[in-house]
């Protein structure tokens, strides 16, 4: 199973940006798919997480602010993330699950210039 994560970038304070990751490699009825973040010299973060039937949860520190949604017949997650802040600049990470297990992105960089 392969996660290619892609949509990072350089961005203004109050910007916008859409990262999308596309499951690969015979993967098959997966269950949750979501965003987690790392910030330079801190923990990986729980960013954003959404079932196979819809249902989503947020980290406090973006609610409001980004969105995440899927595609389940393109095996694909998406995080929109909207008036962007420079405490959110860190790579993030997608991940998805099934009853095998879980796996992880790469990562892509986001970063956010005051």
């Known amino acids: 199973v392969q996660l290619q994560a892609s949509g990072g970038g350089l961005v203004q304070a109050g910007g916008s940006l859409r990262l999308s990751c596309t499951a690969s490699g015979g993967i098959s009825s997966i269950s949750g798919m979501g965003w987690y973040r790392q910030a330079p010299d801190k923990q990986r973060e729980f960013v954003a997480r959404?079932?196979?039937?819809?249902?989503?949860n947020y980290a406090g520190s973006v609610k409001g602010r980004f969105t995440i949604s899927r595609d389940n017949a393109k095996n694909t997650v998406y995080l929109q993330l909207n008036s962007l802040k420079p405490e959110d600049t860190a790579v993030y990470y997608c991940?998805?699950?099934?009853?095998?297990?879980?796996?992880w992105g790469q990562g892509t960089q986001v970063t956010v210039s005051s």
């Open positions: 991940r998805v699950d099934n009853v095998r297990g879980v796996w």
């Open positions: 959404i079932s196979n039937s819809g249902i989503t």
